[in-house]
């Protein structure tokens, strides 16, 4: 294994040169050709950093927590926790993984990180929601994913989707396929993401100076209740288009349809969110959805944390797995991420009052 004394000697600098450029510690202490030169050698010697002796010298492990309350068992949340993974990895970093139940079991798992000398946490929630870190991790270095802290500029940083974006894209993209009466199938739970999806919805009419009509939109659960819902819906207000709160209330407009002799992709036009991948198996046509960011949540979520553990700027993010734009790590709170349109054959593109299938 190659030491940082054979990486000094190659490259003609000292030891305390060498650990400091490493470190990317280098400002004002080393020049910037040398400092250079340093890691340029490191990586053609195949250099790698002793984790022990790194956490001898600096009283830090280089591991991370990874807390989740109950998003292990939900089908999006190995996209968060991949991200964070790819991230730390990148980085130097292991994460320790522990689920708990947000109750009792949540502090004997935070407990039994910190007697691992975890250095920072993440904390996940299973969708957007206000949201404060658990008592235990106070004064600990920690980022809150896919939740909002209910502190304000007292909690910790967090990051969540852009719900307004999603809703305005969503919209837009119908809009721009020539739907004209695009209905609004939300959800009557009370979620952050309803009102500021259905308020994207609202401003995208506005801006492409369509009339929003109220009688296009419903909340609904997911239940029997809900079909029937929708079903008069299409049946009182005639709508070419559907922009659904989720993917799984998009499957009252397929079945709606269906039982009108209505065809999805030729005579209506619908959009999603979440990218299920179930039902992005079993509906035909596939359906046109939004990509909720849970990699890239996970991923800015660790560099961000990871660089309030070290104390300095990190180097630039590796975005070859990243579909959406990945905020600067210094953005404010709230940080919300854009997502991205996943375009399949759901959406009819309509030309001089006939209509074109979209493949």
């Known amino acids: 294994m190659t030491t940082i004394k054979e990486v000094a000697e190659k490259a003609g600098a000292s030891v ?127 980022v809150l994913l896919d939740a909002t802290d209910g502190r304000g ?58 009339e929003h009509d109220p009688s296009l939109s419903i909340q609904v659960l997911n239940n029997r209740p809900a079909l029937k819902a929708v079903e008069r819906l299409f049946d009182d207000a005639r709508p070419d288009a559907f922009f659904c709160f989720n993917d799984a209330r998009a499957w009252y407009v397929y079945e709606a349809a269906a039982r009108r002799g209505l065809t999805v992709g030729q005579d209506i036009s619908v959009v999603g969110v979440d990218n299920s991948r179930i039902i992005s198996e079993t509906f035909d046509p596939r359906p046109t959805t939004i990509e909720l960011p849970h990699y890239e949540m996970g991923y800015w979520g660790a560099r961000k944390l990871i660089s309030i553990i070290e104390g300095h700027p990190l180097k630039p993010a590796d975005t070859t797995n990243t579909l959406a734009e990945m905020p600067p790590l210094d953005a404010p709170c709230p940080v919300r991420i854009h997502c991205s349109i996943v375009e399949r054959g759901s959406v009819t593109k309509r030309k001089n009052g006939g209509t074109v299938h979209e493949a």
Do not use: W
């Open 16 to 142: 305390t040169a060498v650990s400091l450029s490493l470190n990317h510690r280098e400002n004002g202490h080393v020049k910037k050709e040398v400092a250079q030169r340093i890691r340029r050698t490191a990586k053609e010697l195949g250099y790698r950093p002793n984790p022990l002796a790194r956490s001898l010298r600096t009283s830090r492990t280089r591991t991370i927590g990874f807390i989740s309350e109950e998003i292990a068992t939900t089908p999006y949340a190995g996209k968060m926790i991949l991200g964070a993974q790819d991230a730390a990895s990148e980085l130097g970093y292991m994460m320790l993984l522990v689920n708990t139940d947000g109750k009792g079991k949540e502090t004997d798992e935070i407990a039994a990180l910190k007697r691992y000398g975890t250095d920072g946490f993440l904390y996940a929630k299973m969708y957007d929601r206000i949201s404060s870190v658990p008592e235990d991790l106070t004064g600990c270095p920690t």
């Open 153 to 210: 500029k007292d909690g910790v940083p967090f990051i969540v989707p852009d719900e307004v974006a999603i809703g305005y894209d969503a919209t837009m993209y119908l809009i721009r396929a020539g739907c004209r009466r695009i209905a609004y199938v939300g959800c009557s739970e009370p979620l952050i993401a309803e009102p500021l999806r259905r308020k994207g919805y609202v401003n995208a009419l506005k801006d492409a100076g369509l």
